[in-house]
T-cell receptor, first 112, second 110 residues
Framework: NAGVTQTPKFRILKIGQSMTLQCAQD?????MYWYRQDPGMGLKLIYY???????DKGEVPNGYNVSRSTTEDFPLRLELAAPSQTSVYFC???????????FGQGTRLTVV | DQQVKQNSPSLSVQEGRISILNCDYT??????FLWYKKYPAEGPTFLIS?????DKNEDGRFTVFLNKSAKHLSLHIVPSQPGDSAVYFC?????????FGAGTRLTVKP
């Protein structure tokens, strides 16, 4: 099992560009999450999903969009990238809410 | 709104002694609480969790205590080992909404 796979690992975007961060899990988990971690800070919840077709906003959803068309995939879309979106992004999944979450290795995004 | 708070950015302990990491929360609806450990350039890894209906959960050297009336939880590591040096995050969850604290950097000195 690969667990949670995030692609790409690194990316540099120019202001105003768009991109999609990919996240896939092969554990048949119902719950999936997107977090961002700024330097020296904790993880901030962007969006989460409790199952295919269901998504909810977290603490910091502005500037991002998600979709969950399958159990396995939970892509995060950045529209009109801004320097404030420079961060490390982590995707995670768990079988149910409150259960241990498995995290991907992260995507380091820089917006210049 | 910061619903989960870890007020100690860092903690240093001697090998073999107890490490106590603290966490406070504001949302009384949280029903699960978790601790994660993180190394640089890696995703967090799960350590231990506790349901809101319990006040203690133990797993080897790690014990989590929950005080619901104070909205406070703590992680005890006994005995501490140099390999425990990492950043520890407290998290709280309700209905899939899982929030994290800012983390505490633990350093265990040989």
């Amino acid at each position: 099992n690969a667990g949670v796979t995030q692609t790409p690992k690194f990316r540099i975007l120019k202001i105003g560009q768009s991109m999609t961060l990919q996240c896939a899990q092969d554990m048949n988990h119902n719950y999936m999450y997107w977090y961002r971690q700024d330097p020296g800070m904790g993880l901030k919840l962007i969006y989460y999903s409790v199952g295919a077709g269901i998504t909810d906003k977290g603490e910091v959803p502005n500037g991002y969009n998600v979709s969950r068309s399958t159990t396995e995939d939970f892509p995060l879309r950045l529209e009109l990238a801004a320097p404030s979106q420079t961060s490390v992004y982590f995707c995670a999944s768990s079988l149910v809410g409150g259960a241990e979450a498995f995290f991907g290795q992260g995507t380091r995004l820089t917006v210049v | 709104d910061q619903q989960v708070k870890q007020n100690s950015p860092s903690l240093s302990v001697q090998e073999g002694r107890i490490s106590i990491l603290n966490c406070d929360y504001t949302n009384s609806m949280f029903d699960y609480f978790l601790w994660y450990k993180k190394y640089p350039a890696e995703g967090p890894t799960f350590l231990i969790s506790i349901s809101s209906i319990k006040d203690k959960n133990e797993d080897g050297r790690f014990t989590v205590f929950l005080n619901k009336s104070a909205k406070h939880l703590s992680l005890h590591i006994v005995p501490s080992q140099p390999g425990d040096s990492a950043v520890y995050f407290c998290a709280a969850s309700v209905d899939g909404d899982m929030r994290f604290g800012a983390g505490t950097r633990l350093t265990v000195k040989p």
